[in-house]
T-cell receptor
Framework: GDSVTQMEGPVTLSEEAFLTINCTYT??????LFWYVQYPGEGLQLLLK?????DKGSNKGFEATYRKETTSFHLEKGSVQVSDSAVYFCALTFTGGFKTIFGAGTRLFVKA | KAGVTQTPRYLIKTRGQQVTLSCSPI?????VSWYQQTPGQGLQFLFEYFSETQRNKGNFPGRFSGRQFSNSRSEMNVSTLELGDSALYLC??????????????FGPGTRLTVL
């Protein structure tokens, strides 16, 4: 079945460090891919998305490229801030579909 | 534009009781999805409603049910509560127009504790 696998956390970085959170997926077809972020005590909010192969989603300094050949959608940021501390979820859904599949989430801690 | 609202925010029940959670989507959104979030299982899809019809369902027992009203508001019901039902229940709304892929907007969740 369709699934999303994320790297296990927590990930602990110092401020201004480079961030990579790995995400790979298994899907029968060509899904759209998303990264959501959940700050403490809040619901999830969309961070970025890509709807087809080679698309790059970007927002707030975060980027991810839809790689069909490696079935991956890794999240990157060049210089993290303390305010980026949160849980990050990779997800997929299909056009016209009514179900979004989420990864397990990766908790990020950024130290000052 | 107001966001997704969920009520109540916190709930404490005992085993065997039932509970109803409510979700009001963003105005104009016709799709409402429900998720269960726990430390052990992560974020799991419960079901999605669109135009008052359940369009997809996750792998949860029949004790978990839902419905959607004509104004797109949705309720989720859990009967015969078990300790393992303690979780954060998240609701998300989206447009779902034209069968396209839409961003989901999440509410803050209802924290259910079963004693």
């Amino acid at each position: 079945g369709d699934s999303v696998t994320q790297m296990e956390g927590p990930v602990t970085l110092s401020e201004e460090a480079f961030l990579t959170i790995n995400c790979t997926y298994t899907a029968t077809g060509y899904p759209s891919l998303f990264w959501y972020v959940q700050y403490p005590g809040e619901g999830l909010q969309l961070l970025l998305k890509a709807t087809k192969a080679d698309d790059k989603g970007s927002n707030k300094g975060f980027e991810a490229t839809y790689r069909k050949e490696t079935t991956s959608f890794h999240l990157e940021k060049g210089s993290v801030q303390v305010s980026d501390s949160a849980v990050y979820f990779c997800a997929l859904t299909f056009t016209g579909g009514f179900k979004t599949i989420f990864g397990a989430g990766t908790r990020l801690f950024v130290k000052a | 534009k107001a966001g997704v609202t969920q009520t109540p925010r916190y709930l404490i029940k005992t085993r065997g009781q039932q509970v109803t959670l409510s979700c009001s989507p963003i105005s104009g959104h016709r799709s409402v999805s429900w998720y269960q979030q726990t430390p052990g299982q992560g974020l799991q899809f419960l079901f999605e409603y669109f135009s008052e019809t359940q369009r997809n369902k996750g792998n949860f027992p029949g004790r978990f049910s839902g419905r959607q009203f004509s104004n797109s508001r949705s309720e989720m019901n859990v009967s015969t509560l078990e300790l393992g039902d303690s979780a954060l229940y998240l609701c998300a709304s989206s447009l779902r127009e034209g069968g396209g892929v839409d961003e989901q907007f999440f509410g803050p969740g209802t924290r259910l504790t079963v004693l």
